[in-house]
């Protein structure tokens, strides 16, 4: 009996995933979250941080000129605004986990916030999610019951809230400013 070969080529089945460069990934959600809270906000006063959030640390300024987080708020924005993309493989274990990705973002927002002596509010997205948000439930407890989505999230005695950016939003400005 002879041996027949396919003649089919099967290389162009396999294609390789194509690497996305995070850095990229990163500034681009960052542009979209402050194309939301400039529309939102009515002001094109939000912007990216030069040198990717950590201007404010690697640089000698005065304390009034200090950025802190993933972008330049208004001056009388209560929040500082770190941006997190990706991170796929983090999921709702995380939360539980104190040596997760999720845990260790909260505690970088949390520091920034407590440098510039503002609020923290931590928005994350993974891919083909809703955009969330993370802020200290403390200013926004009156407005829980408004979310119909939302978790409360408890470490080491502080309370976050984590909902949708999005219904975060709807919320009156002085909540923020």
Known sequence: ?????????LSKLRQKKTKINSCTKGKSFERKVLSMLNERFQTKEFARTP???AYATTHSLPDHMKIYGDLITPLEFKFTVECKKGYN???ISSLFNPKSNFRLF???????????KKDLMLILAQDRQDILVVVREQGFSGFV?????????????TKYLILKLSDLLKLPDYLFI
């Open 145 to 157: 019951s408004e979310f119909t989505d939302f978790v409360v999230l408890d470490i080491q005695k």
């Open 51 to 53: 040198g990717s959030g």
């Open 1 to 9: 009996m002879t041996e027949t070969k396919d003649s089919f080529d």
């Open 106 to 116: 909260i505690k970088q927002a949390e520091t920034d916030s407590q440098k510039a």
């Open 89 to 91: 493989k983090e999921s």
